[in-house]
């Protein structure tokens, strides 16, 4: 169990692939048999071919992308980190299919800003399986989703 190796791989995870836009070099970080959950509500991702191929789809969203490690806790073969995510948005058509209907009204190149928790796993000194939650309601809020409108919010259902 090495914390230290496995926090600096996460921070270099997050440079490489989301700030340089290496998608490529996804091996060096993630391991064959890698299964990653919470990535738009979906199944699993498993085996790094797929998430490489659904990795370059999420950050081909973004004209320009940056991935800041906020946090980290690191505890045997497990690092738990916060982290935020930057971009512009390239492509509309680029979102997901639940979103996509709103494209006439998404303004192309728009700045956003996502956070996110992840917990990776670690299994011979790369990441095996990654648990990440990321705040889609403001993601969605601001690409021009409209806010979901309640009887407790003070305005009539």
């Known amino acids: 169990m090495d914390t230290e190796r496995n926090t600096r791989l996460i921070h270099d995870y997050a440079d490489v692939v989301w700030n340089k836009g290496q998608v490529d070099r996804l091996g060096e970080f993630l391991h064959e048999e890698v299964r990653m959950y919470g990535l738009g ?51 509309v058509r ?41 705040d889609m309601a403001e993601f969605l809020k601001q690409i021009g989703y409209p806010e979901p409108r309640t009887p407790y919010d003070g305005r009539p259902a």
């Open 41 to 91: 509500g979906e199944p699993p991702v498993t085996g790094l071919e797929k998430l490489k191929h659904e990795t370059g789809l999420w950050r081909a969203l973004y004209s320009e992308a940056s991935m800041t490690v906020e946090r980290v806790v690191a505890e045997g073969e497990r690092v738990a980190w916060q982290w935020q995510l930057v971009g512009t948005i390239a492509d």
């Open 94 to 134: 680029m979102l997901m299919p639940h979103v996509q209907r709103l494209a006439d009204e998404v303004p192309q190149f728009k700045q956003i800003s996502v956070h996110g928790m992840s917990i990776s796993s670690f299994r011979d000194g790369k990441i095996i399986e990654e648990v990440t939650q990321s």
